[in-house]
């Protein structure tokens, strides 16, 4: 194409701002490479060497095509898997590499992150204490009739490509419907205080087990990695008056210990006292038994010498009972005989004084 003329009879130079003619290279007079000139015998000897003369066109749709075929290359990078579409139908997932479909319009690729962990939050607080999902999102139903707030996260990511895009029509939708619906499934089985105390590792496992088997069961392509329970507390409005019930609760169950632990002290006290007790009525009764079967024989042996003979037995039981009477008296004896016909005097007051200094 050649410059534009200025009127002056000079062409300019458009590498420079040097002057055509006599200030040439080595200061002689030769002209300058018309680049315009060797463009135009370029194009001429293509012309010639392909038949008809059209190799500008030829040529064109050449690079058009080349740069066509050229296009359906793609690279799927190691965190990412890669499914080729067929006029819209899935054909091919690609692994990690550099790969090659036939150009639009006949086949496209969608390339997606599979190792990327996403998140869904279910009852996510915003600013201004507002849920992305609306008031009721985390308020669940427990078994004993009570609602409660549960806010969880669900992390997941990408398995299944193909699936993932084909088997689903909202993905993360239907993660977050089922999420929910575990949750709640869960909460209704178990009572109020479990889920805001002690229970919630163990729902959160039981949650990532079922969610797992219903997106299993839809072919989502979709691996979930763990639940998350952020927060489980009673709601907004009634918190301050569960608070109260708990405390109560708490007192209660205090009381009750406190209790447990007295009967734990007194109960084993009174039952060894008992034992005591009973072990001492069994030794009077075995004592007073085997004293009274012991009295019953001596009195069965003083009997059958009694029935041997009477009055030996009688004479015999007779100093046994004076001896015990006597035994422990001041005795005086007379002789029958002595001081016949004279009474005898007694100083029984004289005895007493004597007795009395004695002692």
Do not use: C
Request: aromatic share 6%; glycine share 10%.
């Amino acid at each position: 194409m050649p410059w534009q003329n200025n009127g002056d009879g000079e062409r300019p130079n458009p590498w420079g701002n040097g002057q055509r003619g006599g200030g040439g290279r080595g200061g002689g007079g030769g002209n300058e490479p018309n680049i315009d000139e060797v463009i135009r015998k370029g194009q001429e000897q293509l012309k010639n060497a392909l038949p008809g003369g059209k190799g500008g066109i030829f040529l064109i749709l050449l690079a058009v095509v080349a740069i066509w075929m050229f296009s359906g290359f793609y690279r799927v990078e190691p965190n990412e898997q890669g499914v080729v579409l067929r006029f819209g139908e899935r054909t091919i997932l690609s692994d990690p590499g550099l790969h090659w479909h036939l150009p639009y319009p006949i086949e496209t690729v969608e390339v997606r992150g599979v190792t990327d962990e996403k998140t869904i939050s279910i009852g996510a607080r915003t600013s201004g204490s507002r849920r992305s999902g609306g008031l009721d999102e985390s308020l669940m139903l427990t078994q004993d009739e009570n609602i409660v707030d549960v806010r969880f996260n669900v992390v997941w990511q990408i398995k299944d490509l193909g699936n993932y895009l084909f088997k689903l029509r909202d993905p993360e939708g239907t993660i977050k419907s089922v999420s929910e619906s575990v949750m709640r499934e869960i909460v209704g089985k178990n009572q109020i205080v479990p889920i805001i105390t002690t229970a919630r590792e163990q729902i959160q496992l039981q949650a990532l087990e079922q969610i797992i088997e219903t997106l299993d069961s839809y072919e989502s392509g979709v691996r979930v990695l763990r639940v998350q329970i952020i927060e489980s507390e009673a709601p907004e409005a009634v918190k301050d008056a569960f608070l109260d019930v708990q405390r109560a609760e708490a007192d209660q169950q205090r009381s009750r210990n406190e209790a447990t632990r007295y009967a734990n002290e007194v109960i084993p006290r009174a039952e060894g006292e008992a034992e005591r007790l009973l072990q001492l009525a069994e030794a009077y009764r075995a004592q007073t038994v085997a004293r009274a079967e012991g009295e019953a024989a001596r009195f069965t042996s003083v009997y059958n010498e009694y029935i041997a003979a009477k009055d030996v037995t009688k004479k015999r039981i007779y100093l046994e009972t004076m001896e015990q009477i006597l035994s422990g008296m001041d005795k005086i004896i007379l002789d029958g005989d002595a001081g016949s016909g004279v009474v005898p005097y007694l100083p029984l007051s004289e005895l007493n004084k004597a007795k009395t200094g004695g002692e």
